[in-house]
């Protein structure tokens, strides 16, 4: 059965099991495109970004979907896009070089507001705290994370300076797997997290070490997601998840959350099913993580997850204005959270 939003949170204030009735309906599937990218404007409006330039669009809750090609980016990889509306978007190719397009007319035109050449460039992730100011973390260049600030929706982007941007260890690096490895927190910071041979989450530009599973270039946090910014009430809740991606079904240290911005860690008493990319809140305890081998929820803030679908995805957001939550794959796959 379908079921908007706020009936399933009704579901799970009135019983403990409802929990076990959620699942994921797959609504477009067969693009030949990697979804990376996913912004969820409201109820109706929400957008995708991949692989080959790709773009797609859906004005009626993902019903039907507008499918285009950045023209000049046909071999691009937009791994982040930001929608503030049905005709605003930012994207963000990865690199090299690295571009940030913008459109203002549904996506029908695509202009570049920033390019960069530097080899070794290569962007991981974009966030908006509102419709005006914003931010994109890059791997690191010569030693240290790349970060740039916007402050008029994206129209034009601004490098922080090298003595401010924090330094990355050998090895050392970040996942662009789904646009959420930097979070907004409070009204003007972020936090980031990173992975490789060194895991750990930086918050006002300090270093605090995680304790997810990581020695690897191919282990570490891939996804944060946070509960405390200046829009939502009360509460500490930071949630990070990753593990080995070429080791997709292990589960050990693949998860941790904190209660008090990241000071110490607990570790899931019954953790995901196996590597996430994408970890989001849609209420203060209910929380939603996806990867290749599946979707998990927990009710419960992190503490306990439980498989509601074996479909692989790579990301999942909650709308910004509304009560829906998406999630987006390989292969221009797009589901929506329901109740079964």
């Not at 773009?55 to 499918?67: A, D, E, F, P, V």
């Not at 990865?94 to 571009?99: K, M």
Request: charged residues 20%; aromatic residues 10%; contains cysteine.
């Amino acid at each position: 059965m379908k079921a908007g939003f706020s009936v399933i949170i009704a579901l799970l204030i009135l019983t403990s099991l409802a929990y076990a009735q959620l699942g994921v309906e797959i609504l477009t599937s067969g693009t030949n495109s990697s979804l990376r990218g996913l912004s969820v404007v409201n109820d109706h409006v929400i957008w995708v970004s991949g692989s080959n330039g790709t773009i797609g669009k859906s004005l009626n809750g993902g019903k039907n979907w507008k499918w285009t090609t950045v023209k000049g980016f046909e071999k691009n990889d937009f791994r982040d896009i930001e929608a503030f509306d049905a005709t605003t978007a930012v994207i963000m190719a990865v690199g090299e070089p690295a571009y940030i397009l913008r459109t203002v007319n549904g996506g029908e035109n695509w202009k570049v507001v920033f390019e960069d050449k530097t080899p070794g460039m290569f962007l991981d992730a974009i966030e908006f705290w509102n419709e005006k100011a914003g931010i994109v973390l890059g791997d690191p260049v010569n030693g240290k994370f790349f970060i740039a600030r916007t402050f008029d929706g994206g129209s034009t982007w601004e490098k922080v300076p090298d003595k401010y941007l924090p330094a990355a260890v050998e090895g050392e690096a970040c996942f662009a797997a789904s646009g959420t490895n930097i979070r907004a927190l409070d009204r003007d910071e972020a936090v980031f997290v990173t992975g490789g041979t060194k895991s750990r989450m930086f918050w006002k530009g300090d270093p605090i070490d995680l304790p997810i599973l990581q020695g690897k270039e191919t282990t570490g946090a891939n996804s944060i997601a946070v509960w405390d910014n200046y829009r939502r009430n009360g509460g500490n809740q930071i949630i990070v998840v990753g593990g080995d991606f070429a080791n997709d079904t292990l589960t050990t240290n693949n998860c941790f959350y904190s209660n008090n911005r990241g000071r110490t860690w607990h570790i899931p008493d019954t953790p995901p099913n196996g590597y996430r990319s994408c970890v989001e809140f849609f209420s203060k305890k209910d929380v939603v993580a996806c990867g290749l081998t599946g979707v998990d929820y927990s009710h419960d803030g992190g503490r306990n997850w439980s498989p509601i679908s074996d479909e692989s995805f790579h990301v999942v957001r909650f709308a910004k204005g509304g009560l829906t939550m998406f999630l987006a794959g390989a292969n221009g796959k797009i589901g929506k959270l329901v109740l079964k």
